[in-house]
Each structure stands twice: as structure tokens, then as C-alpha cells.
């Protein structure tokens, strides 16, 4: 195997091979490699954990002559070279007992491969494109969707980002976790034909973020795996074959109460609420949201009732006054994906769940998070707090 490539491009693609190697924790140890082939002016650099799958490709220098060949070389080591090196091009040389021999600028390396028939066979991505997506666009509702799922569950579908697909409609992202939903619509140049559900684990769905460039990315799906293709790279998931749970059926009706208010000032006063009620226990945390005519008042008691916290945020309201009790760690999870601007407070009669979205006609893309009430019965606002017991919205 003889191959002269561009350094920048073989560095960029070492980046992402460690991003999928198995690393100390692999079960094959063969995983914590990578497979380097040179194949048709090609080298093609493979890297797996047995979840997902990296594959990317460079183009070869036009000299010297290439020879075709592969090996298997340890993923870390060769990248932690490459990270120090400088020059224009890298020059690989297979040699006896398959060492390789890599040369940059002025350096050169010797690494002991291992034989190329030992490494898992990667799988080629799904030959018809489900979806064609604006990889920043994808990254994003990722990024954001990300924290709404279960970092740590015993039911493992529900530590995943679901995607589904339904003709007629825009695909759909969903994570899930206890007592909060959340999904959002993404633009897609292809339209969905048929109904298709996807569940990609999160650790996976880390890994998509962090590889994937800007630009198109096609969809394609073949058995048991979801591949994203983009120019010369490909990244491809094992998928959760598990039943997700009908979420959809905990969207509320139309809303009878709209409170539209700064996500900046409510995620400001949430977050001292966040720091006043929290628990040992995540699920434990809980404040009170009174909505009235102009204003949004933020209420919390430490479970230990030595502080209480209390603090109205200006806001327009439409309908009826409510209050709800939610648990603040997930609310403010919650609005914390949204960027600066204007956010909406969705009430419902009963006992339903604050259902949190951008501001009415912002034109923005469509995404909801639905926070679970922890009580239907009127829950007994904290007393307001008089002026020389308050210390920054906290009183003691």
C-alpha cells in the first residue's frame, strides 16, 4: 500500500475516525483502529464502535503511484500524531510485518498495524434517499432535542432522538424523558413518502453532530441502520428496534391561556428558582407559574423551607388567569433551547401540560416542549416577600 494525500484532509478525516473508534472501552479490540484501504485513487479511512460507522474519503496526489492495499492502524495514536504535524502532504508506505510508514513535511512516523481482514465489515448506506437536509439545520434541532431525552433510562428508547417521518408532513425530531416532550419540524428537500420511525441512540446522535459538515446531507436507511451522507463522508447509526411511546397523545388542544414573554428575563428568574428548589433528587425540584393580566410571577420553596424565592417577568396574556406546578429543572431544560426573542406559555384547561413555543408568527421553525404538570389543585402561591427581607428575589 503506497498513497500520497492532502495532510489537511487526511488530519480532518482522523478527527472524525476517533469520534466512532471503540477506544479503552471497545469490546473487539480490533475497533479501537482505523481502517486505512487505498482503493480505486482513493484512501478510504473506516473507523467503528460497532454503533456507528465512519467512512470518508480522499482523493489521491497524482504521484508517486499509488499501490493498493489496506491496514489497521490505532485510531488514536495516528491521530494524535497527525495533530502535530505541518506540511502540505502525507505520504503512506505499507511496508514488511505491516508497518506504516507516514511521513509529513519534514517527520515521519512508524506505526505496527494490524491485519485488514480482522476489522468489522462497515456496511454501505441505503441506495434510495429518504431525506435531504441542511446539515447546519440538522445539527441544530439535534443540539437542541438533545437535552429533552433521557440522558439515563431503563426503558433505552427513550435514550434516543426518535425521527419520524409521515407523507404530508415536514420530518420530525422527538426526545423524551419523565415528565417532558419535545419536538421539532426540520425542512427537508425530499418529501416523505411512506410512514417511517427511527430511533437513534444518543450517544450516536453526539457523534452525527460532531462529524457532520455544512451543506447537504441526504438520508438513506437499509436494515437495522440510518446513514448521512455527505459529499465524501458517510456516518451511519445501529438504531434502537424498540417501541417508542405515543407521545403525541399528551399534545394539548388549542390553549385557552397565551402568555408570550423574553425567554431572556424568564430563563434569568427560572434559573434562581432552579438554584433555590433543587433536591438531591432532579425530580424533586419544583416552582409554581401564576399567570395573570401583564405579568408571569416565578414561585419557589427549598425542600427544606429555609428559603422561597418569588419574582413576577412582564409578559402580554391572552385568557384567563392559570396557575400550573412544574417541576423548574425540566421547565428551564426546557427554555433554554430556545435563543433570544420571544417565547410562549401555552395553558389548557384540566390537567394538562404547559405546552412552551416560540412567540405566535415569529416564522420560525415549528417545535414544541411540553412540560407535565405535577398537580391539578390549586397550589398555594408563595407569600410575597416584604422589601426588607428580599435579597436579590430570595428571602430567608
Same mark, same amino acid.
Given at each position: 500500500?503506497?498513497?500520497?494525500?492532502?495532510?489537511s484532509?487526511?488530519?480532518?478525516?482522523?478527527?472524525?475516525a476517533?469520534?466512532a473508534?471503540?477506544?479503552?472501552?471497545?469490546i473487539l479490540?480490533?475497533?479501537?483502529?482505523?481502517?486505512?484501504?487505498?482503493?480505486?485513487?482513493?484512501l478510504?479511512?473506516?473507523?467503528?464502535?460497532?454503533?456507528?460507522e465512519?467512512t470518508?474519503?480522499?482523493?489521491l496526489?497524482?504521484?508517486?503511484?499509488?499501490v493498493?492495499?489496506?491496514?489497521?492502524?490505532g485510531?488514536e495514536?495516528?491521530h494524535?500524531?497527525?495533530?502535530?504535524?505541518?506540511?502540505?502532504?502525507?505520504?503512506?508506505?505499507?511496508?514488511?510485518?505491516l +508497518?506504516?510508514?507516514?511521513?509529513v513535511?519534514?517527520?515521519?512516523?512508524?506505526?505496527?498495524g $494490524?491485519?485488514?481482514?480482522q476489522f468489522?465489515t462497515?456496511?454501505?448506506? &441505503?441506495?434510495?434517499?429518504l431525506?435531504?437536509?441542511?446539515?447546519?439545520e440538522?445539527?441544530?434541532?439535534?443540539?437542541?432535542?438533545?437535552?429533552?431525552?433521557?440522558?439515563?433510562?431503563?426503558?433505552?428508547?427513550?435514550?434516543a432522538?426518535?425521527?419520524e417521518?409521515r407523507?404530508?408532513? %415536514?420530518p420530525?425530531?422527538?426526545?423524551?424523558?419523565?415528565?417532558? $416532550?419535545?419536538?421539532r419540524?426540520i425542512?427537508s428537500?425530499?418529501?416523505?413518502?411512506?410512514?417511517r420511525?427511527?430511533? $437513534?441512540?444518543l450517544?450516536?446522535?453526539?457523534a452525527i453532530?460532531?462529524?457532520?459538515?455544512? &451543506?447537504a446531507?441526504v438520508?438513506?436507511a437499509?436494515?437495522?441502520? +440510518?446513514?448521512f451522507?455527505q459529499?465524501n463522508l458517510?456516518i451511519s447509526?445501529?438504531?434502537?428496534?424498540e417501541?417508542?411511546?405515543?407521545?403525541?397523545?399528551?399534545?394539548?388542544?388549542?390553549?385557552?391561556?397565551?402568555?408570550v414573554?423574553?425567554?431572556k428575563?424568564?430563563?434569568?428568574?427560572?434559573t434562581g428558582?432552579?438554584?433555590?428548589?433543587r433536591s438531591?433528587?432532579?425530580?424533586?425540584?419544583?416552582m409554581?407559574?401564576d399567570?395573570?393580566?401583564g405579568?408571569?410571577r $416565578?414561585?419557589?420553596?427549598?425542600?427544606?423551607q429555609v428559603?422561597?424565592?418569588t419574582?413576577?417577568v412582564?409578559a402580554?396574556?391572552? &385568557?384567563?388567569?392559570?396557575?400550573?406546578?412544574?417541576?423548574?429543572?425540566?421547565?428551564?431544560?426546557?427554555?433554554?433551547q430556545?435563543?433570544?426573542?420571544?417565547?410562549?406559555?401555552n395553558l389548557?384547561?384540566?390537567?394538562?401540560?404547559?405546552?412552551?413555543t416560540r412567540?405566535?408568527?415569529?416564522?420560525s421553525a415549528?417545535?414544541?416542549?411540553l412540560?407535565?404538570?405535577?398537580s391539578?389543585? %390549586?397550589?398555594?402561591?408563595?407569600?410575597?416577600p416584604?422589601?426588607?427581607?428580599?435579597?436579590?428575589?430570595?428571602?430567608?
Open positions: 500500500m503506497q498513497a500520497r494525500v492532502e495532510f484532509a487526511l488530519r480532518e478525516a482522523l478527527a472524525s476517533v469520534r473508534a471503540g477506544g479503552k472501552s471497545a479490540p480490533i475497533t479501537r483502529g482505523v481502517l486505512l484501504r487505498v482503493v480505486d485513487q482513493s478510504v479511512v473506516q473507523a467503528t464502535n460497532l454503533q456507528v465512519i470518508r474519503r480522499i482523493p496526489a497524482a504521484i508517486p503511484e499509488p493498493d492495499g489496506a491496514v489497521v492502524i485510531a495514536a495516528l494524535d500524531y497527525l495533530a502535530y504535524a505541518d506540511g502540505t502532504f502525507a505520504e503512506l508506505s505499507l511496508g514488511d510485518r +508497518l506504516l510508514d507516514v511521513r513535511g519534514r517527520g515521519k512516523a512508524e506505526f505496527k $494490524v491485519d485488514a481482514d468489522p462497515i456496511q454501505e448506506p &441505503g441506495a434510495d434517499a431525506l435531504r437536509l441542511d446539515a447546519d440538522f445539527k441544530n434541532a439535534l443540539a437542541r432535542l438533545e437535552p429533552t431525552a433521557a440522558q439515563e433510562s431503563a426503558r433505552s428508547s427513550l435514550h432522538i426518535k425521527i417521518l407523507p404530508g408532513e %415536514p420530525r425530531l422527538v426526545g423524551a424523558q419523565g415528565i417532558i $416532550v419535545a419536538y419540524d425542512h428537500a425530499l418529501a416523505p413518502d411512506s410512514d420511525d427511527f430511533l $437513534v441512540p450517544p450516536n446522535v453526539a453532530r460532531g462529524v457532520l459538515g455544512k &451543506g446531507v438520508v438513506t437499509s436494515e437495522g441502520r +440510518l446513514s451522507t459529499d458517510v447509526s445501529l438504531l434502537l428496534n417501541a417508542y411511546p405515543s407521545w403525541r397523545r399528551v399534545i394539548p388542544g388549542a390553549p385557552d391561556t397565551i402568555a414573554v423574553s425567554q428575563s424568564l430563563l434569568r428568574v427560572v428558582a432552579v438554584q433555590v428548589t438531591r433528587d432532579k425530580f424533586e425540584s419544583s409554581v407559574l399567570i395573570e393580566d405579568m408571569v $416565578v414561585s419557589g420553596k427549598a425542600q427544606d428559603a422561597t424565592i419574582e413576577d412582564t402580554e396574556v391572552a &385568557g384567563p388567569a392559570r396557575q400550573i406546578l412544574i417541576n423548574a429543572l425540566f421547565f428551564q431544560t426546557c427554555l433554554a430556545f435563543p433570544d426573542g420571544n417565547v410562549a406559555l389548557t384547561a384540566g390537567h394538562t401540560p404547559l405546552a412552551l412567540a405566535p408568527n415569529s416564522g415549528r417545535e414544541m416542549y412540560i407535565m404538570p405535577l391539578a389543585a %390549586p397550589v398555594r402561591p408563595v407569600e410575597e416584604t422589601p426588607e427581607r428580599r435579597v436579590r428575589g430570595i428571602t430567608k
